[in-house]
């Protein structure tokens, strides 16, 4: 089988579906919080539970996008489970020594998915058995939409999972023997969330001068809580791992649709 990166409109509409789908089966189905981005870090004892509806809905999305090339579909399939399966044990079982790499997991895994489908659905001119975004437009308008749906439900979900194994790793993130309110922890990952998708649409819009109002804004919301020196560094981690990870993500948005629209 030659390998080939997507380049004609159908091969683009099927990869961005892929991704979209990927998005949505680890961060959108079944229990989505990991070990690393739980408050109170209590393994799971039947971590295989969470992957089924995932592996699922990977399995039957995936020969209906690729269904009309067979072989391309079950080695997309074979992929598609052994990554999930990876990711949903390191999330549910969390070793002490997978706890501090949780960042690593989350990006790699899902970036191993991004190249590996793109390598797979390669050159293919067929259309996908069904498209997603049935809407009346072109094709690679589609595609940038999917992108976009994907890219933004990452930053809701899959930046979440990112900033928290990263605040677990510098030794930010409250643990059984710290006090925490839940409320506010639950809040905190919300206004993360908001942030990430204005920061995102700002960076992919070119306003670069409202990234450093946007920032100020809410160090000046917090300005009172910042004195407590645990709460600053929980603050200033989180927000810089969250900013990266919104810029990335703008800069990404910006080129699908310079591209695709």
Known sequence: MTIHWPANDAAILIWSQLLLLWVLALYYVGRTESVWARVHLTPSTSWWTPAIPRLALLVVATALLLGH?????????????????????????????????????ELGLTGAYVLLSALIVGETVSR???VLL????????IAALCFAAAIAGFLV?????????????AGSLPTKATAVDEVEYNRGRLIGSIERLLLAGVVAAGSYAALGFLVAAKGLVRSEDLKRHDFAEYFLIGTLASTAIAMIAGGLLRLVFVSLW
Not at 77 to 88: E, K, N
Not at 134 to 141: F, G, H, V
């Open 69 to 105: 090339r067979w072989g391309r579909a079950t080695l997309m399939i074979a992929i598609a489970w052994a990554l999930a399966l990876l990711l949903t044990y390191a999330r549910e079982r969390g070793r002490e020594k997978w706890r501090d790499r949780g960042a690593e997991i």
């Open 128 to 130: 996908p058995l069904v």
């Open 157 to 169: 979900r899959g930046a979440t999972q990112v900033v928290r194994a990263v605040l677990n790793k």
């Open 134 to 141: 049935a809407l009346p437009m072109s094709e690679r308008r």
